[in-house]
């Protein structure tokens, strides 16, 4: 036929998905009456995982005065409480008697030191070591590029789980194990350390137009700029998992998800769609910008400024429709959805019944803004003398011109699965739920459990 003669013409000789993109879709107009948006001025911060930039990103906005946060700093502590969360979990299963093939075991084995993580390990990392501005702890080539190092720590970790499997088939149980824990989390800090470098105990800083210049360490800086404006521990997390055997106002929580010992593993109350975007709304009209796990499907183009359904015309070029026959809960059972991504949410369009129709992400920088700077000469400059790096930072919020991600709401009801959002804008029935249900238990592997990049 003539039609599929073209559509093979055009699908052989470039991108078979952008050539079902419709082309007028930036032009789509959404018929919104009302629109609540926060002054943000920022762009997302981009150098590192997803999943530490977006929650930076979050404590950014509740800064009364804007600087650039270190990623870098949070990467290297992360490394080093995995690897030690991993190794007491490798005896923790074997005290369990669980067997070297069994698949929580080889799950924790191939997820060792992921540079993927969720909420709850952002929110371990920070209450424990704080944060501290960009420059006073600079991106290294490892902290851009952790193949290499993820390859060595993983190599380590892997021969220190057999270790502790020799002990224990030997002793008989786990009585010796835990005290060879600490030489080995010598040797893994060296390598962490060699690879990333040390970060400052101490560090000065001022912002732009100020005199004062103040010494801080990590968590001073935290509790002075970011923990009077941001409650990390008011926060909630509320997903959507629309499957059978979950159930609404239940608690749910994913085994082995943590980064640290005694530290949060995921968990989320189980809520409808409905019931999330009530509660986004809410929290974007008071100000208050939201953190959203979701899944930028391969089928749908990650680099659009548009998330819709009806982005893409499958019918018209192949004649049958594509990634919308089974509905969310299907996709989740056959692998065909996860989460994976996290976004800021920044705005909201509603209608005329102050219902939702578009929400909006925080501004991206540009492509060029995305290359890390990684000399470590500027490094050890700024653990020492960063009083006058500081003064370059702007306190001023200016409008930023980055380009920002559009996400309707049909989309949002199928590959969004969790948000995090201000206990005070949760309704009194969900909170209820929230902090008196009982709490069931997921595998590691779960897809409601699928680390974010």
């Known amino acids: 036929m003539p039609l599929n003669r073209l559509a093979q013409n055009v699908c052989t000789a470039s991108d078979p998905i952008k050539a079902c993109l419709r082309q007028d879709a930036r032009t789509w107009a959404i018929p919104g009456k009302m629109r609540h948006e926060l002054d943000s001025g920022i762009k997302a911060t981009v150098e590192g995982p997803n999943w530490l930039c977006s929650g930076l990103d979050l404590l950014r906005l509740a800064m009364k005065k804007d600087c650039e946060l270190s990623v870098p700093y949070l990467i290297y502590w992360h490394k080093l409480e995995r690897c030690n969360y991993v190794l007491n979990s490798v005896v923790q299963l074997l005290e369990q008697c669980e067997p070297l093939e069994g698949r929580t075991f080889q799950y924790l084995m191939k997820h060792t030191v992921p540079d993927n993580g969720n909420w709850q390990m952002f929110a371990n990392l920070v209450r424990k070591y704080g944060i501290m501005p960009k420059v006073c702890y600079l991106a290294s080539w490892s902290s851009s590029r952790t193949l290499h190092l993820n390859k060595m720590l993983r190599s380590k970790l892997h021969e220190f789980s057999s270790q502790l499997h020799a002990q224990f088939t030997f002793d008989g149980d786990a009585s010796n194990c835990h005290s060879m824990i600490t030489p080995m989390m010598e040797q893994l800090y060296r390598i962490i350390n060699i690879c990333l470098g040390t970060p400052p105990l101490q560090f000065k800083w001022s912002f732009k137009n100020e005199q004062t210049v103040q010494s801080f ?8 700029w970011v923990a009077p404006y941001y409650n990390l521990d008011a926060q909630i997390c509320l997903g959507h998992d629309p499957r059978n055997s979950a159930s609404y106002q239940r608690n749910y929580c994913i085994a082995y998800s943590s980064n640290m010992i005694d530290g949060l593993q995921q968990s989320y109350n189980n809520q409808s769609m409905n019931v999330l975007l009530e509660i986004m709304v809410a929290s974007l009209a008071a100000g208050s910008a939201v953190w959203i796990a979701c899944d930028l499907h391969t089928i749908f183009n990650a680099k659009s400024e548009i998330l819709s359904l009806e982005l893409h015309n499958f019918e018209q070029v192949f004649g049958m429709k594509l990634g919308m026959e089974l509905d969310k809960a299907q996709r989740m059972l056959y692998k065909g959805t996860r989460r994976n991504t996290a976004l800021i ?9 102050q219902q939702p129709l578009r929400f909006r992400t925080i501004a991206r920088a540009k492509e060029s803004d995305k290359k890390t700077k990684s000399n470590t000469s500027l490094q ?27 996400l309707n709401v049909d989309w949002l009801r199928e590959y969004a699965f969790e948000i995090v959002v201000d206990s005070r804008f949760v309704p009194p029935g969900v909170l209820h739920a929230a902090q008196t ?8 592997w779960d897809p409601m459990g699928a680390l974010l990049s």
């Open 217 to 224: 360490t990590a968590m001073s800086f935290y509790q002075c």
């Open 345 to 353: 949410l920044t705005e909201v369009t509603l209608d005329a019944l």
């Open 380 to 406: 050890l400059s700024a653990m020492a003398e960063t009083e006058t790096e500081g003064k370059t930072e702007s306190s001023k919020r200016k409008t930023p011109k980055g380009n920002r991600t559009a």
């Open 437 to 444: 249900q009982p709490s069931v238990e997921l595998p590691a």
